[in-house]
């Protein structure tokens, strides 16, 4: 087996930016040559509870492939942000972007076979979708990139961008980089690994850097590249709204937030008055509140576990069922939020995680079918690792729309029927696309303090 590996590299940051190639998002599926190497379809399986088809309403001006895709990604989503949960000490913040993790595998599904590509299928939920064709879910991944990421608010900026690094002295196979080009806009930049893995090293972490407004930096740790390296694959995403609804600064006060049982600490509260979509479910003990960004299709969910019950208590609990019946309930109501002002940054390494959800060969220098990358069907390719990073800084500044806010002195309220969000203890967070219900970003604030 030759000594080759590859590196996969995922980047992530909330505010992303779609390739230039803008027809994709008008073409259809006899349009474009998206044959990747190996397809897999699934046996006609029993779907597990959580996939019995809901009679449910596909959102308009959305293909029904699309949607089930995007449904395919927040499983995924979901499953991992436990199985992460579990991993970690209690009092540790997560924050991650699943859909980003799912847009990078895809992309190396587009030259596995085999079993690694049936683990790919399973393990990212992609077996999900009807259409039981693995070639199929590049083009519905490139139309749902376009949903996510076109622009429709001066204010958001969602961009995504995805880049394939390879070792310039071999030859990538030319259908596998068209592909790679058109549907995820990744064009493969030749580097020189073999005699100067640090100095690719450096460019990488530049580029990273620089597709996410310098806020992820160094994502490829000292050493991890050498001169077997031969592709390395970057997804980054960064997002950066206005609240529809901003909090006032003047509103902004210090307060004590719950870490846990044992320790509370200062944090800056902000706080307004206003309607929000909002509910409190007193069986599930959360309250849920969504909080729109301006343009009004990108949220934040909010989920507050009622004050005696913990976060990992709401953590287990949780699937794509049940957050969409949530969501699904909630109506318009004139709710007073305190939230703390605060950052996230989050690392870890992908490749264990996904390994214990069942992806393994591709991991595997033994056992990984990636047959469709170079030109000469070269076999001993593998993953040797995958790395995420992503931050997240939340604040008073959101939207200018401060006319539409009612923000009264701070804690004191004049409307004796509104709700109280008061999120001074540990809550779980979404940021989604609210019209096609893609989890962009998921996570967990348990300790926002010293900020
Ligand atoms: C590249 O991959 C495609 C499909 O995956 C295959 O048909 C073609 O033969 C490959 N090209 C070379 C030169 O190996
Ligand atoms: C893996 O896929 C290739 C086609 O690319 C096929 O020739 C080979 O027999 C497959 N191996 C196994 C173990 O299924
Ligand atoms: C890849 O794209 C280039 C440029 O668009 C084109 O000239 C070439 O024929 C394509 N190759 C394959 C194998 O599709
Ligand atoms: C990223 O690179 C482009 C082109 O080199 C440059 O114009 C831009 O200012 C850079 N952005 C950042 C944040 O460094
Ligand atoms: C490769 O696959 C074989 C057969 O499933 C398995 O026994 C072995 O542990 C795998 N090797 C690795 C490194 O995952």
Known sequence: MRATDWLLVLAFLPSIVLSQHVDICNAKPKD??????CSYRSPDVETPDDHTPE??????????RVWELSKANSHFALSFYKHLAVSRKTEENIFMSPISISTAFAMTKLGACNRTLEQIMKVFQFDTIKEKTSDQVHFFFAKLNCRLYRKKDKTTELVSANRLFG?????????????S????????????FKMNPEQARITINDWISNKTEDRIRDTLPTGVLDSNTILVLVNTIYFKGQWKKKFDKKAVFSSDFQVSSSRTCQVNMMFQETKFKYKHFPEDEVQVLEMPYRGDDITMVIILPSRDTSLSQVEES?????LNGWLDQ???????????RFKVEDNFNLKEMLQELGLTDLFSAENASLPGILEDDSDGLFISNAYHKAFLEVNEEGS???????VLAVGRSFNPYREVFQADRPFLLFIRESTI????????????CDQ
């Open 55 to 64: 009679p449910e309403v596909v959102p308009e001006s959305t293909n029904p």
């Open 400 to 406: 200018e729309a401060a006319a539409a806010t009612a």
């Open 318 to 322: 949780l699937n794509l069922k049940k």
């Open 330 to 340: 909630m109506t318009e109501t004139s709710v007073s939020v305190s939230m703390p």
């Open 437 to 448: 219900n893609t989890l962009l970003f998921s996570g967990r604030v348990v300790d926002p």
């Open 167 to 179: 070792e310039k002295s071999l030859f990538f196979n030319e259908t596998f980089q068209n592909l």
């Open 32 to 37: 474009l040559p998206l044959e990747p190497r």
């Open 181 to 192: 080009e058109m549907v995820y806009g990744a064009k493969l930049l030749p580097l020189n």
